[in-house]
């Protein structure tokens, strides 16, 4: 499993690339985070709810509750279209830095080799 | 399922309750609720759910510091103790407390030894040879042979505890992992010293028997009957003590049961009136002895001290609460 440290930055934009399917809920979303990663990266429930917070401060997303289901009625989230466009600046950002680090990756790689 | 609910309940404890906050709770509470089904419904078994569910569940303050909530003791402003220290606070606490109550039941056994040496003096059935004075001073030393390693015990036990004073003080919060750990053992603790206590009360109850049946057979076999009461006084009072520390080492933790901050503040008081009260009836019971020989009937001060003290404290308690 992967060190939350190293996620932490980006734990707002996989949220975000997760709402961009569609409207969601807390238990969806860190299921579906755990599907597509197959088990490498699980967010914790409250890392989750922390960036939640986080991303309706900044106005990424709106909550609203989801029509009653069982008795049971969830908070569902919505990406705004602010929440787009800072998704896609991070994604930029990390094609940016994926190609930063992965310079240092490589030479640490060709010089292990000889 | 139980142990998630109460697991998020303790989480939540300390919190104000904010509609805010209501709604966060019932929101992880469904999340939660859901996992579990799911890993039950998977084939996991009951234990293994209900772990996965908590070890998933992350850190709480993580969530609270993003939300700008603060909880309502000031956690910042005092030292966070984790359950590996309160574990540890509890294992010294359970060892001090039995060293503290050994140092007690010897001070009583020595004062029972006091009393029966004098008596059997008295009676001239030892010391015969000795001189009158020497006949009341031995058994006063014997007294004071126990309290030596009693006070030891006191001393060991007050220094190793040195550290941890500031639980005493009520200055600490417990992390809220530990809260929970803590608070689901309490009741097996509380049980178990309620138990200690049942003993203990029984034996104290008991005890002024073995004066009545002393008294059947004459003056000095009261004196004899006096002995076995303060013995058995000695084993309720190791009873009350090492049983009692483990669970108050909970109830300081938890802040509960007297251990809250306001009711730290009457303890104080009450404290500070023990303080003066026990070593004067200290004084009154070596003063008596020594200077008009009363050894046989001056540790009946301690026991009206003793009453008149759980007095005092009650009446205190009553009129602060009003």
Same mark, same amino acid.
């Given at each position: 499993?992967?060190?939350?440290?190293?996620?932490?930055?980006?734990?707002?934009?996989?949220? @975000?690339?997760?709402?961009?399917?569609?409207?969601?809920?807390?238990?969806? #979303?860190?299921? /579906?985070?755990?599907?597509?990663?197959?088990?490498?990266?699980?967010?914790?429930?409250?890392?989750?709810?922390?960036?939640?917070?986080?991303?309706?401060?900044?106005?990424?997303?709106?909550?609203?509750?989801? !029509?009653?289901? +069982?008795?049971?009625?969830?908070?569902?989230?919505?990406?705004?279209?602010?929440?787009?466009?800072?998704?896609?600046?991070?994604?930029?950002? %990390?094609?940016?830095?994926?190609?930063?680090? /992965?310079?240092?990756?490589?030479?640490?790689?060709?010089?292990?080799?000889? | 399922?139980?142990?998630?609910?109460?697991?998020?309940?303790?989480?939540?404890?300390?919190?104000? +309750?904010?509609?805010? *906050?209501?709604?966060?709770?019932?929101?992880?509470?469904?999340?939660?609720?859901?996992?579990?089904?799911?890993?039950?419904?998977?084939?996991?078994?009951?234990?293994?759910?209900?772990?996965?569910?908590?070890?998933?569940?992350?850190?709480?303050?993580?969530?609270? !510091?993003?939300?700008?909530?603060?909880?309502?003791?000031?956690?910042?402003?005092?030292?966070?103790?984790?359950?590996?220290?309160?574990?540890?606070?509890?294992?010294?606490?359970?060892?001090?407390?039995?060293?503290?109550?050994?140092?007690?039941?010897?001070?009583?056994?020595?004062?029972?030894? @006091? #009393?029966?040496?004098? +008596?059997?003096?008295?009676?001239?059935?030892? &010391?015969?040879?000795?001189?009158?004075?020497?006949?009341?001073? @031995?058994?006063?030393? &014997?007294? $004071?042979?126990?309290?030596?390693?009693?006070?030891?015990? $006191?001393?060991?036990?007050?220094?190793?505890?040195?550290?941890?004073?500031?639980?005493?003080?009520?200055?600490?919060?417990?992390?809220?992992?530990?809260?929970?750990?803590?608070?689901?053992?309490?009741?097996?603790?509380?049980?178990?010293?309620? &138990?200690?206590? #049942?003993?203990?009360?029984?034996?104290?109850?008991?005890?002024?028997?073995?004066? $009545?049946?002393?008294?059947?057979?004459?003056?000095?076999?009261?004196?004899?009957?006096?002995?076995?009461?303060? *013995?058995?006084?000695?084993?309720?009072?190791?009873?009350?003590?090492?049983?009692?520390?483990?669970?108050?080492?909970?109830?300081?933790? @938890?802040?509960?049961?007297?251990?809250?901050?306001?009711? +730290?503040? !009457?303890?104080?008081? *009450?404290?500070?009136?023990?303080?003066?009260? %026990?070593?004067?009836?200290?004084?009154?019971?070596?003063?008596?002895?020594?200077?008009? /020989?009363? %050894?046989?009937?001056? %540790?009946?001060?301690?026991?009206?001290?003793?009453?008149? &003290?759980?007095?005092?404290?009650?009446?205190?308690?009553?009129?602060?609460?009003?």
């Amino acid at each position: 499993m992967i060190s939350s440290d190293v996620i932490r930055g980006y734990n707002d934009t996989i949220i @975000l690339s997760l709402l961009l399917e569609g409207d969601s809920y807390g238990y969806e #979303i860190s299921k /579906n985070i755990r599907a597509v990663t197959d088990e490498q990266y699980v967010m914790k429930e409250t890392t989750l709810y922390s960036a939640f917070s986080r991303l309706e401060k900044n106005g990424y997303i709106e909550s609203y509750y989801g !029509e009653e289901t +069982q008795g049971k009625r969830r908070t569902y989230f919505r990406i705004t279209q602010s929440g787009m466009t800072y998704y896609k600046e991070k994604c930029e950002e %990390w094609g940016l830095t994926k190609k930063v680090i /992965n310079k240092f990756v490589k030479e640490l790689k060709d010089s292990g080799d000889h | 399922m139980e142990t998630i609910k109460s697991y998020l309940e303790n989480m939540f404890r300390n919190l104000p +309750q904010t509609e805010e *906050i209501q709604r966060l709770r019932n929101e992880l509470f469904l999340n939660m609720e859901e996992k579990y089904h799911e890993l039950k419904k998977e084939g996991k078994l009951d234990n293994e759910a209900v772990g996965i569910v908590i070890s998933e569940f992350g850190n709480i303050d993580e969530l609270l !510091e993003e939300m700008n909530i603060g909880t309502i003791d000031n956690r910042d402003v005092y030292p966070t103790i984790n359950l590996e220290e309160a574990k540890e606070f509890i294992l010294l606490k359970s060892k001090t407390s039995y060293l503290v109550g050994l140092g007690v039941g010897l001070i009583l056994f020595g004062v029972s030894l @006091l #009393i029966l040496l004098t +008596q059997l003096a008295e009676d001239d059935l030892i &010391f015969r040879t000795l001189s009158s004075n020497a006949k009341y001073t @031995l058994p006063v030393i &014997f007294l $004071f042979l126990l309290i030596v390693p009693a006070v030891g015990l $006191f001393i060991y036990s007050g220094t190793k505890l040195e550290r941890f004073k500031f639980i005493d003080e009520g200055v600490f919060s417990l992390a809220s992992a530990a809260k929970v750990v803590l608070n689901k053992e309490l009741s097996h603790v509380s049980s178990k010293q309620s &138990f200690g206590t #049942i003993i203990g009360v029984c034996i104290c109850v008991l005890s002024p028997v073995a004066i $009545f049946i002393g008294s059947l057979f004459g003056d000095s076999f009261s004196a004899y009957g006096v002995c076995v009461l303060l *013995i058995m006084i000695a084993i309720a009072v190791f009873i009350f003590i090492s049983t009692g520390g483990v669970s108050e080492a909970y109830k300081k933790l @938890l802040k509960i049961d007297g251990f809250d901050p306001e009711r +730290q503040k !009457e303890n104080k008081v *009450i404290g500070a009136v023990a303080g003066v009260v %026990w070593p004067m009836a200290v004084c009154i019971f070596l003063f008596c002895g020594f200077v008009f /020989n009363l %050894w046989r009937i001056s %540790w009946i001060i301690f026991p009206i001290t003793g009453v008149l &003290f759980g007095g005092f404290s009650a009446c205190y308690s009553i009129i602060k609460s009003k």
